[in-house]
């Protein structure tokens, strides 16, 4: 846990915020958290994280919700946006002063790109994006590569499809980037061309001489898959009804497409799913899309622990 001195008090606006050793010293005390439920039990006592979702969450709400409360802290935090003053028209500014004046860490959903970064300009204590519209995801990426590290024994040398709306998926923008900085990683990336990964993320790869292919064809792409991430397309993003409706079941991933894949393969997905994972698919030992929403627990307990200070 050599690194986890620097985490203290840190921000996470974005996966590259912390190292790839950062990381790692994460993910080493998620396996601890998962095999002794004592570890770390009593570690942010008398600690308070604020939650402001301004946007709809289940999975990342309550597991961060559900960390605090097992390192023995509290939460507080609105029941949605329309309940806060941001409907009177406070800024986001004056709501993290706020925020940061009660509690001693901050969880903000926000659906503007860009909004984590001026929440972190504004507060006093360490701000989580947990989502910036279609911009990043970053302790979904946390979970992610923790669900890949723990079910494949490793991250690295390894084949990774992306399947669904790469354009708007901000976990798949956190994901992407953060998995560039690990060794031999191939990612194909399968949309169709109205949701192609953005611009600046194949920049980002191409300066990091990652392999990588653009692909509209899931079941050509199957057998090559070490990880298959698949993506909802989210309605949400859409400007245009019309457009969602063409495009939300584009891929529908089910047994016959499965039964191309690797033996070893696994499939992720950030959830919520909507058609893109049929359910027959949740009985085949690959899909680990639940288990994956569970390490995002130990993986937040973590990173609360650290960046309030393990004792
Ligand atoms: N994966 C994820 O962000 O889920 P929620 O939208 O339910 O938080």
Redesign the pocket.
């Known amino acids: 846990m050599a690194n986890i001195s620097k985490i203290k008090g840190k921000s996470l606006v974005e996966p590259e915020d912390f190292s790839v050793e950062e990381m790692e010293s994460l993910f080493l005390m998620s396996e601890k958290i998962e095999k002794n439920e004592k570890y770390l039990r009593e570690s942010c006592r008398g600690k308070l994280l604020a939650t402001l979702f301004f946007?709809?969450?289940?999975?990342?709400?309550?597991?961060f919700e559900a960390a605090m409360l097992r390192l023995g802290g509290s939460c507080l935090g609105f029941a949605d946006s329309g309940s806060s003053s941001a409907v009177k028209g406070e800024s986001l500014a004056d709501t993290i002063r706020m925020a940061a004046s009660y509690a001693d860490a901050i969880v903000m959903?926000n659906p503007k790109e860009g909004s984590a970064l001026l929440a972190k300009r504004y507060s006093y204590v360490p701000v989580i994006n947990?989502?910036d519209g279609g911009h990043h995801?970053p302790t979904?990426t946390l979970?992610d590569l923790l669900t890949i590290r723990r079910l494949l024994g490793k991250i690295g040398n390894l084949t990774v499809g992306f399947c669904g709306d790469l354009k708007f998926g901000r976990?798949v923008h956190s994901l992407a980037k953060a998995l560039a900085r690990y060794e031999k990683i191939k990612m194909i990336f399968i949309s169709p061309k109205e949701l192609v990964l953005p611009e600046y993320i194949k920049t980002i790869l191409k300066k990091r001489n990652v392999l990588f292919e653009e692909r509209e064809n899931l079941e050509k792409s199957m057998p090559e898959l070490d990880v298959l991430y698949m993506t909802r397309v989210q309605r949400e993003r859409f400007f245009n009804e019309d457009d969602y409706i063409r495009l939300k079941d584009i891929y529908v991933l089910n047994s016959d497409k499965m039964s191309l894949g690797k033996e070893k393969m696994i499939v992720l997905h950030?959830?919520?799913r909507v058609n893109e994972i049929a359910v027959e698919v949740d009985s085949d030992p690959r899909a680990v899309y639940f288990k994956q929403?569970k390490y995002?627990m130990y993986v937040r307990m973590a990173l609360l622990a650290s960046i309030l200070g393990v004792k």
């Open positions: 946007e709809p969450s289940t999975r990342t709400r309550l597991s959903r947990a989502g995801h979904q979970t976990t950030p959830l919520p929403a995002g």
